[in-house]
């Protein structure tokens, strides 16, 4: 939406800021402005100038030799328009001026002839983007030759573009914008002039009005007027079009354009003798029917959409667009004006439906003032009285037949602090109120609001009228500040916890997965698991939701399918979900399970990846474990869809509550994964319940270095890493810190039967700096103690 300063100024007074500063103010209470622009910026050296004679160029067909009276000199302009005559007055680029298409103007020979500048058409005086010839100045503006086309022509104006919201349609007018400003400026509105005479003939005797959708359009009005003389509008009134991106037609359709700007309602002119049996009918269309419209586009409508139609056919979308056969052209003679109001949610659907937006559907699509139909048709006539010579028919045509009735809100100033959080004086936010067009009237503790019409559709609560009084206030004066809670409800541990089991997924590096609790025979198959022994679903969403999953970890490992197909192989995910178990009885044992699968590359440092391996998802698995503060024990698995050699349960305190593994390659080969896919799953319920038995301990944090050592042995295939590390542990003593696995080895180099184990050893004492000696001395311990069980070191 666009407006101008200068148009501004003449509803009220803002002599005192500049242009930027309106801008702000607007901004500042919720309209929000995009830029403000200099109207005349980048014109430079153009002045008005009147064609004194014309010649045909001697060297080229399409060229004209002009003499062009520029107010102190006659000069020799040579061009290539081909609407322009002599005595006409246009704007005119002297050498060295500069244009806002981006270019100089200088002293040039065309075909062998001086040209000592350039006539100026709308285009490259950057009024419109594009033009038909040499823009004509009406003779009748009282301009000045050689007078600065700038302020000639009304470019010494800024130009103030800004967005509503969809709720503020009162705000897309000059009247509109003033009303704002009043409410912080404290300033009065200047309505403009509205009187106008009339003839002793009735309207009701010149047309006839039958709405037929009071609901679609609960007003109507139409005025009649006659011997109006169409032609170029005023100057003043085609540059404010312009600037506010409008391209001038005539002065009656400009006027209609005028107004909508001015005061934001949407109005239409029909030619009066173009309507059969001078009949209006506003109804819906018939399926099928078809109406050209004002751009030339024949559309089809449909029983949904609301037509202005004759006694014949339809003369005009109504609320959009006009039609082409009833528009008004320079041979109308008399028009009939309509100023109506269409209910939104019709006007919406047309103009989407049919893809049309204009100024118009615009605003009656977010609502339009349905007591502004006759100021806004009486300023038009007005203005049509005075520039087209019209003669009004007396009396109006209308159907209203339910007058709108101001809702009325009852406002506790007292609620504002509550909800905001700031005291405004109960007396601010009635003078607020009242400024903004409300009317107001205090009882007691209460304000008694009235709702204007203008603020119809948006304005119906309370809490609006508290939003109205905050944005004027003044949003800047409120401080950002903690709401205040007071409750005595103890928040669950159970959900605590479940948040820290997210918050650390995540840290390491895994993204949260959320499926269906629901799961098909065709995935459970794949893991050999039995769907049969499910809880099945009676009306299920479709055959691959058909069971009530009682494990995740196939869901996820469909996740990392879907990923692969789509050539995501870097796959980190987890899921924190409730599982189904079926215990026979009428309803199912649900648990608390978390899942998380690896499967791709992770990073090993910042300059190369690795692919992931068992000892991957097994450290995630031992790290949640102890960020609950329990140790975590492993022993070989017996899930069928786990690889037989790459897999383990997980035991806390002895009680088995998940397991570990990489996911069997029959699965995958099923899944239709080609590369391996390591998963886990833990039953939270018991890891919770179990963190709660345990007694919590502090110890404080290490004043000493640690010490690393890593020690790699020999040992028979069938012994458990778990044995070793337990020797390790024993063997070590209390300066053992941590003892972590990182590699397994069978194959080129070992013995057969044999396995190497890779171990990390850290060592740290709470009194002192360990020595290498002192650690020595305890790896030589280790490596008696191995020995002695059949376990040599490799290195």
Known sequence: ?????????????????????????????????????????????????????????????????????????????????????????????????????????????????????????????????????????????????????????????????????????????ILGIARELKSVLGREVVLPETSFSTIDENALDALTLSVKDEVACPRYDGFVARNVKVKQSPLFMQMRLYKVGLRPINNVVDITNYVLYEVGQPMHAFDADKLKENTIIVRKAKDGETIVTLDGVERKLSSEDLVIADAEKPVALAGIMGGEDSGVTFNTERIVLESAHFEPLTIRKTAKRLGISTDASYRFERGADIEATIFAAERALYLIQKYADAEIYSGVVEFYPKPYTPKVIVFNPERVKKLIGVDIPPRKSFEILNSLGFPVKKEQDYIIVKVPSWRKYDVSREVDLIEEVVRIYGMKKIESTYPLMHSNIERPRRFDNIMKTKEFLSTKGLNEAINYSFIGKKLYDAFGLDFENLIKISNPLSEEWVGMRDLLTPSLVNNCAQNVKRNEKNVALFEVSVVFKNTGKELPDEKLHVAFLLSGKLPEDIYRERDVDFYDIKGIAEELIEYFGLKAEFERAEEKFLHPGQSAKILVNGEEIGFIGRIHPDVEEKMEIKQPVHAGEIELEKLFELTSREKKTFKKLPKFPPVTRDIAVLADKEVPAAKVEEIIRKAAGKLLEKIKLFDIYEGENIPKGKKSLAFSLTFRSSQKTLSDEEVSRIIDKVIKKLEESNITIRA
């Open 1 to 173: 939406m666009r407006i101008t300063y200068n148009w501004l100024k003449e509803f009220i007074d803002i002599d005192d800021l500049s242009p930027q500063e309106v801008a702000d103010i607007m901004t500042d209470i919720g309209i929000e402005v995009d830029s403000v622009t200099y109207a005349g910026k980048d014109i430079e050296k153009v002045v008005i100038g009147k064609i004194l004679t014309i010649e045909k160029h001697p060297n080229a067909d399409k060229l004209k030799i002009c003499q062009v009276d520029v107010g102190d000199t006659v000069l020799q302009i040579v061009t290539g328009a081909d609407n322009i005559f002599e005595g006409a007055i246009i704007p005119v680029a002297l050498h060295g001026s500069k244009l806002p298409i981006g270019i100089r103007i200088k002293k040039s020979k065309l075909r062998g002839v001086e040209s000592n500048g350039m006539l100026c058409s709308e285009e490259e005086l950057g009024l419109t983007t594009h033009s038909e010839g040499i823009m004509i100045l009406p003779e009748n503006a009282g301009l000045q030759i050689g007078e600065d086309a700038v302020k000639a022509l009304g470019l010494d104006d800024w130009i103030i573009e800004y967005e509503i919201t969809t709720n503020r349609p009162d705000a897309l007018s």
